[in-house]
């Protein structure tokens, strides 16, 4: 057995107490051994001095090849800037375009302490390929969009989400999980939806889409069926308890005990919902409820960035205005929200630093004038670290940032790549 230490620093516990403590790792079977006051000597060990240690952070929805279109639409609604701007580029991406901007995200996911992520888009191979040499985590499936497409096309398009989720699922030696990821429920038509749901749940994977994000996404569910959007879902068999949802800005009382009765989670995605005007999500309702609630960033073109640590600063202060509670979503919620709570919600096994748990781990140096003096280092998490304050990022028990340098991906010829692919992509979409 080849171990691993992180040693020096204090640890952020399940119930989220902090304590002053090592983490030994097994190496081999990438699994947290102990976390104590002082730990046995190890092959290797890595410092958290001055230090806090969590579980690394999950987001648990994004589309991490959408870094090669961070700061090209900016300031416009969801419905327009899709349309206008981002399903026109979209049209022409290639599969290379696909892995430079997947490169680009993990490797940002990776400086920010990220190490697991559930991502919806195309080209799924090549984010598989790109997962798996990073050394990360993830959820993945093709993005299904059957809006403008005739029947065939339609559902050769949900049919590959299927095959690629039954291809892939336990890829990258079992860090990659997969899902049927329809868009949403007003881009998907109800004939794709009965088809192919069934489908997902004969293949034994999960159903992941975007809900009730706007309220146009609500208003046209209800004026044609008659019944809230989730209560639709439902009755298509799209929120079983291994199921999840991104967004749930617009949902209503019934929706919410919907989502607790079936154990549907949700990824909460503030600082998108902010910047397309989508509204605020009900997040205090919905934990009182009991519904699993995660935390993602969405993509870097309607974020801008994908910090999980801004996302968590973002989450406390956009929960208190929508619930008019300076108490609503407190630091200790938005902490479990971070790692936890978004493993649970998109059915990943990571997100808590305790023996026997898988070893993903971020270190969060606190030994910054912004982070000084520390009276409560979760209060840190919450309100004011940075991506820049992680020193060290461990997943699977293997050192993929250590000292803020990336050893698992090249980052100097990555930045270039994409520099390169997000001019050439809009030249070719005509965008430029």
Known sequence: MHTLAITGGRVLRPDTTVTRADVLIDRDAGRILEVAPEVETADETVSAEGALVTPGFVNGHTHVAMTLLRGYADDKPLEAWLQEDIWPVEAALTAPDVRSGAELGVLECIKAGVTAFADMYF???ELVDVVDR???????????VTVGK????????????????????????????????????????AEILEAFVPEARDAG???HFHGNETRDEVDPIVDKRGMRPLEYADDLGMLESADFLAHAVHVDDTEINLLAAR?????????????????????QAMREA???????????????????????RDA?????????????????AVADML??????????ETGRLEPGAPADLAVIDLEAPHLTPVHDPVSHLAYAATAADVRHTICDGRVLMRDRTVQTLDEGAILERATDRAGTLLERAGAL
């Open 123 to 125: 080209e799924v191979p």
């Open 134 to 144: 990073a050394g990360v985590r993830a959820r993945l499936g093709h993005g299904v």
């Open 150 to 189: 005739d029947d065939e096309d339609a559902r050769a398009d949900a049919r590959e989400s299927i095959e690629i989720a039954r291809q892939f699922d336990g890829a990258a030696d079992g860090r990659v999980s997969t899902a049927f990821m329809p868009h949403s429920l007003t881009t998907v038509s």
């Open 205 to 207: 994977v999960p159903v």
């Open 263 to 283: 154990g549907t989670g949700v990824v909460h995605c503030p600082a998108s919902n902010m910047k397309l005007a989508s509204g605020m999500a009900p997040v």
């Open 290 to 312: 009991g519904v699993t609630v995660g935390l993602g960033t969405d993509g870097a073109a309607s974020n801008n960035d994908l910090s999980m640590l801004d996302e968590a």
């Open 316 to 332: 406390a202060m956009l929960g208190k205005l929508a619930a008019d509670d300076a108490s609503a979503v407190p630091a200790p």
């Open 339 to 348: 790692s936890r709570a978004s493993a649970d919600a998109i059915g990943l």
